[in-house]
């Protein structure tokens, strides 16, 4: 069901919003070479609990048989690993990489959700020009997320840019409405046709977020049930966030 938020509501949401907003800005002053994937899964539970939320992912269960619930606060997929990879001590990063993060808050009942794909150190050129596309992607997306377009616009916006660029969209995975629930409808593909898919109404509340890899479309499950990779062990990057539909243009709720 799509949810259509009352102004209290978005009020309410904004708050949770917030919270991943801080948590990135804090975070990218953190990430050094060196740590493990764990260490900032740590911290940013503690920072989202500072701030008066609750790690959604923690616990997280998608209700399929045989997939355990999601153990942490964060997904943490570094390089080839394009989302939802699990934080481990095991997992260091180190100069070069590049680590997307993916976390949700939940605070006065409501959602936020928001990923990034941070850089460790200095990186290579090729790396840096697919996290900016990925961004950038985005942006192309939401250009169309105003009231009388339809999701497929979006879609369609981020699909086509992503390919322009030489790189490719996940299939697999896509965005979501959110609210009250973290994943909610509609779902919100990297690609498609323009002109499908529900309307756009003021008060929608939206995740939009491009998985754009930099070879090949095809992805791999790992065997934890969560980690999904690259097939042809090219990069990955994420970035995501959550939007309001207004009568005018889309509010931006997961960045300061
Ligand atoms: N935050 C992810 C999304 O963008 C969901 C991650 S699945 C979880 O939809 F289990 F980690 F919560
Ligand atoms: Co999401």
Redesign the pocket.
Known sequence: MVTIKSKKEIELMKEACKVVAILYEELEKIIKPGMTTWQIDEIAEQIIRQNGAIP??KG?N?GIKGIPD?P?AT?ISVNDEV??GIPSKKKIIKEGDIVSI???ALKNGFHG?A?RTFTVGKISKEAQNLIDITKQAFFEGIKYAIPGNRIGDISHAIGEFVHKNGYSVVREFQ??GIGRQ??EDPGIPNYGKAGRGIRLEPGMTL?I?PMVIQGKPNILELEDG?TIITEDGSLSAHY?NTILITKNQPEILTIL
Do not use: S
Request: proline letters at 0%.
């Open positions: 959604a992912e997280y998608v999601y942490a997904c989302i939802h993916d976390t949700v959700d990923a965005g979501h973290m994943h995740a977020e969560w995501e």
